[in-house]
Structure formats: structure tokens, C-alpha cells
């Protein structure tokens, strides 16, 4: 079974600065689907960023940008210029090709100071 | 586009008591999901229906939780008898599946559920 690892459970930045969410992956499939979501407080998920695995370019969505490493099964989550709204739990998702449902990992809470 | 709608969006119960979560997923998308949220184990996958079938419910924890989408509008999780060990905010999302295949989850507003 898939796996998806996010190694820090909490994360702090400050306001304007760089952050960067790890996530790895295990699979054996060659053609897949991965995502970063956003929860805030108010509970409700929202998709940040997508890749499929077969491009290779990096997906980047304004300030929100990934690192992705096919080989080393990593897909981590890059936000630039943090904003206080940024502030959230993260999780990254895998979801394999002809397949509908996805894995997700386990968080990382991320603090903004301003 | 009204999203994804979940009811009730708190539901504080007894122990035993029966309790039924509802989402409606968002019109033309033919993939719904159940999820359950926890502190202790995250974001796990109970249930998906394709095209109103149910796909795959291996997550579903035991036999006191079962799942029904008698349309392409609605959908229903059902916990009876409810108990304390099942206190978590149930999430339901919709896709649409396409050609593409990229397309993107989209979550409700999830049920926060205590049971007492």
C-alpha cells in the first residue's frame, strides 16, 4: 500500500519569509498524482498545488511552488513571501493513476509570525 | 457552484445512540469520499463510491459504520451504535473524474461529531 510521510509535525515562519514541507512517498507506480491541501481553522480543505509525476517541471501556483524529486520520492512544498493567512495544516496527498481515491499524510501545522 | 454541503455540521450524541452524516457532493461529479479526521491518526479514508457504486471500503473501521449513495446528490454515513472512540470530524469530498485525471478533491465543510 501507498504510503505518504510528512516528517514535521509543526513548522513556524516569519511573515515574508520562506518556507519549505517536506513529504515523501513510497509507491511503485511510474505515473501518479500528487497534492498539497490547505486546512485552516475554519476546517475547510482546499487544494493548494498539484504535479503529476510523469512532468517533470516543478508545478507552481503564485507564491506556492514544489520540489519535485522522482527518484527520491519527495514532493515537498515551498511558500514563498508567508503571509499570515498562510498559516494552516498542510497535508500531501498521493494518488495513483486509474484510481480514485487518494492517501494523504499525517499534517504539518505551520505558524506565521508576524 | 454551492460546493460540497455536509450535515450536520456539529452533532454531539450519546453513546449507542444511532448517528447519520449527509453530503451532497458537487452536481457532475461522479466520485464521493468519506474521510475521517483524528488527532491520533490523521486523515484516513473510509469509503468511495464511483458513479454511485461503492469502490472500495476497506477503511470502513467495523461493521457499526455503513455508507449508502442512493443518487448521484447524496450520500449518507451511518454509525450505529455510535461510540466514544468514533468522536472525529468526518469529512465528505467529490471529484470529478475525468480524462484528465489530475482532477482535485473537494471537501465539505466535514461533520464534527462527539459522542458522549
Known amino acids: 500500500a501507498q504510503t505518504v510521510t510528512q516528517s514535521q509535525p509543526e513548522m513556524s515562519v516569519q511573515e515574508a519569509e520562506t518556507v519549505t514541507l517536506s513529504c515523501t512517498y513510497d509507491?511503485?507506480?511510474?505515473?501518479?498524482?500528487l497534492f498539497w491541501y490547505k486546512q485552516p481553522p475554519s476546517r475547510q480543505m482546499i487544494l493548494v498545488i498539484r504535479?503529476?509525476?510523469?512532468?517533470?517541471q516543478n508545478a507552481t501556483e503564485n507564491r506556492f511552488s514544489v520540489n519535485f524529486q522522482k527518484a527520491a520520492k519527495s514532493f515537498s512544498l515551498k511558500i514563498s513571501d508567508s503571509q499570515l493567512g498562510d498559516a494552516a495544516m498542510y497535508f500531501c496527498?498521493?494518488?495513483?493513476?486509474?484510481?480514485?481515491?487518494?492517501?494523504f499524510g499525517d499534517g504539518t501545522t505551520l505558524t506565521v509570525k508576524p | 457552484d454551492a460546493g460540497v454541503i455536509q450535515s450536520p455540521r456539529h452533532e454531539v450524541t450519546e453513546m449507542g445512540q444511532e448517528v447519520t452524516l449527509r453530503c451532497k457532493p458537487i452536481?457532475?461529479?461522479?466520485?464521493l469520499f468519506w474521510y475521517r479526521q483524528t488527532m491520533m491518526r490523521g486523515l484516513e479514508l473510509l469509503i468511495y463510491?464511483?458513479?454511485?457504486?461503492?469502490?472500495?471500503d476497506s477503511g470502513m473501521p467495523e461493521d457499526r459504520f455503513s455508507a449508502k449513495m442512493p443518487n448521484a446528490s447524496f450520500s449518507t454515513l451511518k454509525i450505529q451504535p455510535s461510540e466514544p472512540r468514533d468522536s472525529a470530524v468526518y469529512f465528505c469530498?467529490?471529484?470529478?473524474?475525468?480524462?484528465?485525471?489530475?482532477?482535485?478533491?473537494?471537501f465539505g465543510s466535514g461533520t464534527q461529531l462527539s459522542v458522549l
Open positions: 509507491t511503485s507506480e511510474s505515473d501518479y498524482y
Open positions: 469530498a467529490s471529484q470529478k473524474r475525468s480524462t484528465g485525471r489530475n482532477e482535485k478533491l473537494f
Open positions: 452536481s457532475g461529479h461522479n466520485s
Open positions: 504535479q503529476e509525476a510523469y512532468k517533470q
Open positions: 496527498a498521493y494518488r495513483p493513476p486509474n484510481a480514485g481515491k487518494s492517501t
Open positions: 463510491f464511483n458513479n454511485n457504486v461503492p469502490i472500495d
